[in-house]
């Protein structure tokens, strides 16, 4: 639990219209969102004024970054996901 006044991470999920795998990510990031607080940012790649990341990660997605930081690509489990907030606010997140 985060208690030392650190605001919750800010993640970003780079996705589009019809992504499966982008929206089981977004599913396990809003289970545990209770116990692990975060904001969750969608980024639709295929807005005319993010082409930028749709020529990055157009073969990638769903990719996420974490406080603006490449975080990962693809799948993202649970326990992945508990894992990497848990390390960005600090709160000893084993390695």
């Given at each position: 639990t985060n208690?030392n ?17 982008c929206d089981?990510?977004?599913?396990i ?5 209770t ?6 940012y ?5 807005d005319?004024d993010?082409?930028v990341?749709?020529d990055?990660y ?11 930081v490449?975080?990962?690509k693809?799948r993202l489990?649970?326990e ?8 960005a606010v600090?709160c000893?997140?084993e390695f």
């Amino acid at each position: 639990t985060n208690n030392n006044n650190t605001p919750p991470p800010k993640i970003k999920l780079f996705t589009k219209e019809g992504c499966t795998l982008c929206d089981k990510v977004k599913d396990i990031l809003s289970e545990i969102r209770t116990d692990y607080p975060h904001s969750l940012y969608a980024v639709d790649i295929t807005d005319d004024d993010n082409q930028v990341w749709f020529d990055k990660y157009k073969y990638d997605i769903p990719v996420l970054h974490m406080e603006d930081v490449y975080w990962t690509k693809h799948r993202l489990t649970k326990e992945e996901a508990i894992q990497g907030i848990e390390e960005a606010v600090g709160c000893g997140g084993e390695f």
